[in-house]
């Protein structure tokens, strides 16, 4: 009788466990600042690809409101509303987040490239030096990382407009240059094909910036199975041929090897 109960009580354990292993997990993502920006399929796959690694049947949706960095990581601190984020943070969050080991752009973030008006490319061809640019107005939202790095630098920034108005000053002469990074400047480029925008040759601003995922303490445990799924992709090589698909073309397409590069200093 007591090795029938038992039998019992292990089988019913075993297919608790499976149960559990096999329960759908629900990630809520930060919604894009910007309500036109599409999809970014290359974290979609890393997501995909590594909770796939790990066996675990996971949903990935995202929240309802766009948000800033500032707000997904308030929200990510207090658990509420997102799980998960992509982000590029100093180390004072490390008290308040968990995140993972390996970085997601391989510091491609921290390379920037400037958006300027087409009449000014002789202007920034003679460029070299961060003195040299300093007088020039860039344009930066406070909440974006890069106006901090920028800032302290000692660079000029307009920081109080938003995407639309920022847009503006660079049309208008208000501001001389936007900074953007080399994995998205493309894109954004063709969303402003109207305006007479283009590349400032020659240079590129270089930072250092890795992107990891970041989680609340709360969700340790996804965190720890994400970062054994992406153990098992970067092991197997699956990760890097992720990033060769989506970014081996980025320094061809922008000549980045042949770009004068003005290194500027990230206090983290």
């Given at each position: 009788?007591?090795?029938?109960?038992?039998?019992?009580?292990?089988?019913?354990?075993?297919?608790?466990?499976?149960?559990?292993?096999?329960?759908?997990?629900?990630?809520?993502?930060?919604?894009?600042?910007?309500?036109?920006?599409?999809?970014?399929?290359?974290?979609?796959?890393?997501?995909?690809?590594?909770?796939?690694?790990?066996?675990?049947?996971?949903?990935?949706l995202y929240n309802v409101k766009p948000m800033?960095?500032?707000?997904?990581?308030?929200?990510?601190?207090?658990?509420?509303?997102?799980?998960?984020?992509?982000?590029?943070?100093?180390?004072?969050h490390a008290d308040s987040l968990v995140k993972?080991?390996?970085?997601?752009?391989?510091?491609?973030?921290?390379?920037?490239?400037?958006?300027?008006?087409?009449?000014?490319?002789?202007?920034?061809?003679?460029?070299?030096?961060?003195?040299?640019?300093?007088?020039?107005?860039?344009?930066?939202?406070?909440?974006?990382?890069?106006?901090?790095?920028?800032?302290?630098?000692?660079?000029?920034?307009?920081?109080?407009?938003?995407?639309?108005?920022?847009?503006?000053?660079?049309?208008?002469?208000?501001?001389?240059?936007?900074?953007?990074?080399?994995?998205?400047?493309?894109?954004?480029?063709?969303?402003?094909?109207?305006?007479?925008?283009?590349?400032?040759?020659n240079i590129m601003l270089q930072y250092p910036?890795?992107?990891?995922?970041?989680?609340?303490?709360?969700?340790?445990?996804?965190?720890?199975?994400?970062?054994?799924?992406?153990?098992?992709?970067?092991?197997?090589?699956?990760?890097?041929?992720?990033?060769?698909?989506?970014?081996?073309?980025?320094?061809?397409?922008?000549?980045?090897?042949?770009?004068?590069?003005?290194?500027?200093?990230?206090?983290?």
């Amino acid at each position: 009788m007591n090795r029938a109960i038992l039998i019992l009580l292990m089988t019913f354990a075993l297919s608790s466990l499976q149960a559990f292993c096999h329960e759908q997990i629900v990630i809520q993502l930060a919604k894009p600042n910007h309500t036109d920006a599409v999809k970014n399929q290359y974290i979609h796959d890393i997501l995909d690809k590594s909770f796939a690694a790990m066996d675990a049947d996971v949903v990935l949706l995202y929240n309802v409101k766009p948000m800033n960095n500032k707000r997904i990581v308030e929200q990510l601190s207090h658990n509420k509303t997102i799980t998960l984020a992509w982000l590029s943070l100093p180390h004072e969050h490390a008290d308040s987040l968990v995140k993972t080991t390996i970085p997601l752009y391989k510091g491609l973030h921290g390379k920037r490239l400037l958006i300027i008006r087409h009449e000014d490319q002789e202007k920034f061809s003679g460029i070299k030096t961060l003195a040299d640019l300093t007088p020039l107005v860039g344009l930066q939202q406070q909440s974006w990382s890069d106006y901090t790095v920028l800032k302290n630098n000692g660079l000029t920034v307009n920081g109080e407009l938003d995407y639309p108005g920022m847009v503006k000053a660079l049309e208008t002469g208000l501001g001389d240059y936007f900074p953007r990074s080399v994995l998205a400047i493309g894109t954004e480029l063709n969303r402003l094909k109207q305006f007479n925008f283009v590349i400032a040759p020659n240079i590129m601003l270089q930072y250092p910036s890795d992107y990891y995922f970041y989680l609340s303490k709360e969700n340790q445990h996804i965190r720890d199975m994400l970062e054994q799924g992406m153990q098992k992709l970067q092991q197997s090589g699956e990760l890097e041929q992720l990033y060769l698909q989506y970014f081996g073309d980025v320094e061809k397409q922008f000549s980045l090897k042949q770009r004068h590069i003005i290194t500027l200093k990230n206090k983290e």
